[in-house]
């Protein structure tokens, strides 16, 4: 067989199994992931990348070693779930680094972790005041949870003894153009309805909507396929200043 058709035929078995795997070990953000899940992730990635160009070897070894990293990784995740103490040991735990504001620097040297790192991570979150922060917990996952003392937190409503009705998550009843009437119906609201709060926004068909959405407040969003923005194609030009 031709060697770029054995390429093509590994990569898109490689690629379908990576996608089944990636299905059955979860979801989960890239900012989440621990260590051993980045270092999982590369290892798994490489075996597949072997497999599709390693024309050298049979290719069924390389599966074989694919399929067995996956589920050696879905065990650890099973066990994990269910015995506390290998979840410690594998993902690490939650270590507190900042208490009462002040750092506690030989927790710091145990975790190998600089002041100037925390320093950064606070940065990241908009705190440049160490005077701000109560509590910090490195968390496994290598982010930085920080609980600000009580002068510099925000004032809320309930603060203030406001009450706040609740919006409630946004449904959409218009999507790309198309009506949504599941929706609409969920929502108790009709055609005819939405079409009067159409033509408040200079809409006549709903051909001419690209996005309305209401949330349980009755709050809607509409945006138009032909919004009146200047020089939209310039927005679209641009490049950035690099």
Do not use: C
């Amino acid at each position: 067989m031709n060697e770029g058709l054995v390429v093509v035929v590994r990569a898109i078995i490689s690629f379908f199994t990576l996608l089944i795997l990636a299905r059955l070990l979860g979801k989960e953000q890239i900012s989440q992931l621990t260590f051993f899940d980045y270092i999982l992730g590369i290892t798994i990635g490489s075996i597949a990348s072997e497999a599709t160009v390693d024309l050298s070897s049979r290719a069924w070894p390389h599966f074989i070693g694919l399929v067995s990293w996956a589920v050696l990784a879905y065990l650890m995740q099973y066990i994990s779930l269910k015995w506390r103490y290998a979840a410690k040991l594998i993902e690490g735990e939650p270590v507190i680094v900042i208490m009462n504001g002040k750092i506690l620097d030989n927790v710091l040297k145990k975790m190998k972790f600089r002041v100037s790192d925390v320093l950064e991570l606070l940065r990241n979150q908009g705190i440049f005041d160490m005077n701000e922060v109560d509590y910090a917990i490195l968390e496994p996952n290598g982010s930085l949870s920080v609980l600000k003392k009580p002068e510099y937190l925000p004032v809320t409503r309930q603060d203030l003894k406001i009450k706040a009705k609740p919006t409630g998550i946004s449904t959409e009843l218009v999507y790309d153009g198309k009506l949504i009437k599941q929706n609409l119906r969920q929502m108790n609201k009709d055609e005819k309805w939405l079409m009067n709060q159409l033509k408040k926004h200079g809409i006549n068909d709903v051909s001419e909507a690209f996005l309305v959405l209401i949330n349980d407040a009755g709050s809607l969003y509409v945006d138009k396929y032909d919004d009146d923005i200047k020089n939209v194609k310039d927005i679209g030009d641009y490049k950035g200043p690099y």
